[in-house]
Nanobody
Framework: VQLQASGGGLVQAGASLRLSCTRSGGTIGSLEMGWFRQAPGKEREFVAAIRWNGVSIFYVDSVKGRFTISRDNAKNTMYLQMNSLKPEDTADYYC????????????????????WGQGTQVTVSS
């Protein structure tokens, strides 16, 4: 499974960005998917996850109300719409996927995911 993340950039605080994660050479329809981020000097952390059918969605508290995760299985693409960006959102953002599923906390855990895309850098200036 090859995942390609894109859409990062340099923006000012309060701006919006939309990240995309596309699978090449296959479909995402059966995959549980998520976004993680890693800020400079920090460990990678969970941001959001979406189950294969888009019904169950999970967010880290710090992005609730500002970020929206979604997926278009027909386009083999997952999205992360990021609004009201803050300097503390600055990080490399990674998309991840797994064919396995579990309870809610399963999706918060980096080790639950089998496939990872390369990072896309998001920088938010104050």
């Amino acid at each position: 499974v090859q995942l390609q993340a894109s859409g990062g950039g340099l923006v000012q605080a309060g701006a919006s960005l939309r990240l995309s994660c596309t699978r090449s050479g296959g479909t995402i329809g059966s995959l549980e998917m998520g976004w993680f981020r890693q800020a400079p000097g920090k460990e990678r952390e969970f941001v959001a996850a979406i189950r294969w059918n888009g019904v169950s969605i999970f967010y880290v508290d710090s992005v609730k109300g500002r970020f929206t995760i979604s997926r278009d299985n027909a386009k083999n693409t997952m999205y992360l719409q990021m609004n009201s960006l803050k300097p503390e959102d600055t990080a490399d953002y990674y998309c991840a996927a797994t064919p396995k599923f579990g309870s809610e906390t399963y999706y918060y855990t980096e080790a639950s995911y089998d496939y990872w895309g390369q990072g896309t850098q998001v920088t938010v200036s104050s």
